[in-house]
């Protein structure tokens, strides 16, 4: 898989890919991450990315230009299974999208900024629109830093532990049981005599019944 993120500033989201699960799945080659700096694109000497809002209005626009010469760019030389604004009007990513994402050969992932873009970017070059929740960020870099985290870990390969990403919070509608580590008695805080038994199929089951509980009491909307 190939992730472009186009961003005024990609500084803001090298660290996500230098650590841990994202790490390992870039080095084993499972996915390729190309931050690219929208700025290169400017075709003006100052390598402005926006201006002023048509119609007035406090805040900056991001401007086609730049984006459209940047995304041309990068069609011409790959095809994109989709083409990704993060905004906060975007559709609420949840698990469902990232593992329809992570699926995906090629996306591009363009960040929003300022008063966000131009609508002609959105009515023309972008697929989807997504929103990682109902609050309103400082840039769309986090948001893509999440949205990547979430795709790259279920990736076959990037968790060691095939079946882990499989029982994350979510990947069935239900959340994840609690889990013990050592000590198993700390200072009269007990782990669960089931945990320590050994006997698998009742642990199994005995975990059904706490994230079947657990997702009633918490998100009984899931
Ligand atoms: N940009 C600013 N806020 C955002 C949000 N909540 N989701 C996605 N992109 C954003």
Same mark, same amino acid.
């Given at each position: 898989?190939?992730?472009?993120?186009?961003?005024?500033?990609?500084?803001?989201?090298?660290?996500?890919?230098?650590?841990?699960?994202?790490?390992?799945?870039?080095?084993?080659?499972?996915?390729?991450?190309?931050?690219?700096?929208?700025?290169?694109?400017?075709?003006?000497?100052?390598?402005?990315?926006?201006?002023?809002? $048509?119609?007035?209005?406090?805040?900056?626009?991001?401007?086609?230009?730049?984006?459209?010469? @940047?995304?041309? $760019?990068?069609?011409?030389?790959?095809?994109?299974?989709?083409?990704?604004?993060?905004?906060?009007?975007?559709? !609420?990513?949840?698990?469902?999208?990232?593992?329809?994402?992570?699926? $995906?050969?090629?996306?591009?992932?363009? @960040? %929003?900024?300022?008063?966000? +873009?131009?609508?002609? +970017?959105?009515?023309? $070059?972008?697929?989807?629109?997504?929103?990682?929740?109902?609050? +309103?960020?400082?840039?769309?870099?986090?948001?893509?830093?999440?949205? @990547?985290?979430?795709?790259?870990?279920?990736? !076959?390969?990037?968790?060691?532990?095939?079946?882990?990403?499989?029982?994350?919070?979510?990947?069935?509608?239900?959340?994840? !049981?609690?889990?013990?580590?050592?000590?198993?008695?700390?200072? %009269? =805080?007990?782990?669960?005599?089931?945990?320590?038994? %050994?006997?698998?199929?009742?642990?199994?089951? =005995?975990?059904?019944?706490?994230?079947?509980?657990?997702?009633?009491?918490?998100?009984?909307?899931?």
């Amino acid at each position: 898989m190939r992730i472009d993120i186009i961003t005024v500033l990609p500084q803001l989201i090298e660290s996500p890919f230098q650590h841990s699960i994202l790490k390992r799945a870039i080095e084993k080659g499972l996915v390729e991450v190309n931050l690219i700096n929208l700025r290169d694109y400017s075709a003006n000497k100052q390598k402005s990315v926006d201006d002023y809002a $048509f119609g007035g209005g406090a805040g900056m626009v991001m401007s086609i230009e730049p984006i459209a010469n @940047c995304i041309n $760019f990068l069609k011409s030389q790959r095809s994109y299974d989709e083409i990704i604004y993060t905004s906060p009007d975007g559709k !609420p990513f949840n698990q469902k999208m990232a593992n329809h994402l992570s699926t $995906f050969n090629n996306i591009i992932i363009l @960040c %929003g900024h300022y008063k966000g +873009v131009d609508e002609r +970017v959105r009515e023309h $070059f972008i697929t989807k629109e997504i929103s990682i929740g109902d609050y +309103v960020l400082s840039g769309g870099e986090l948001a893509a830093a999440v949205i @990547c985290d979430s795709i790259i870990r279920i990736i !076959p390969g990037a968790i060691s532990d095939e079946t882990s990403a499989l029982t994350d919070s979510f990947q069935d509608n239900l959340l994840a !049981p609690p889990v013990y580590t050592r000590p198993a008695d700390y200072n %009269g =805080w007990k782990v669960p005599d089931i945990l320590l038994s %050994g006997h698998e199929k009742n642990i199994e089951e =005995w975990r059904h019944e706490q994230s079947l509980e657990r997702t009633k009491k918490r998100r009984p909307d899931l």
